[in-house]
């Protein structure tokens, strides 16, 4: 497994941008597909956008696509979410999440590694 921490969340107003950082140890990170999940009060966690090992396939949930993108950097093992255009319900506790398999998993269960989160807010 790897040991992952996220970075980047904060308040922000409707209409703005952030970028979450997601930070991994271990040396076989460029192995792993890396995804980003949120879950907001009283929800579920769901699904944001994963990239698979290499960088060079991305696939986004509906509610976020054209507005977010997911990248990463295996030099400094480290994952991105750039959010843009963001709405009041984009708020939630942002996941970053590992899983040792090729692809584009999107599925809580696929992913055996998690971050402790990052709150993003988005004031109207």
């Known amino acids: 497994q790897v040991q992952l921490v996220e970075s980047g969340g904060g308040l922000v107003q409707a209409g703005g941008s952030l970028r979450l950082s997601c930070a991994a140890s271990g040396r076989t990170f460029s192995m792993y597909a890396m995804a980003w999940f949120r879950q907001a009060p009283g929800k579920e966690r769901e699904f944001v956008a994963v990239v698979n090992w290499h960088g060079g396939s991305t696939y986004y949930a509906d509610s976020v696509k054209g507005r977010f993108t997911i990248s990463r950097d295996n030099a400094k093992n480290t994952v991105y979410l750039q959010m843009n255009s963001l709405k009041p319900e984009d708020t939630a506790v942002y996941y970053c999440?590992?899983?040792?398999?090729?692809?584009?998993?999107?599925?809580?269960?696929?992913?055996?590694?998690w971050g402790q989160g990052t709150q993003v807010t988005v004031s109207s």
């Open positions: 999440a590992a899983a040792p398999r090729t692809g584009t998993p999107s599925s809580v269960a696929d992913f055996g590694s």
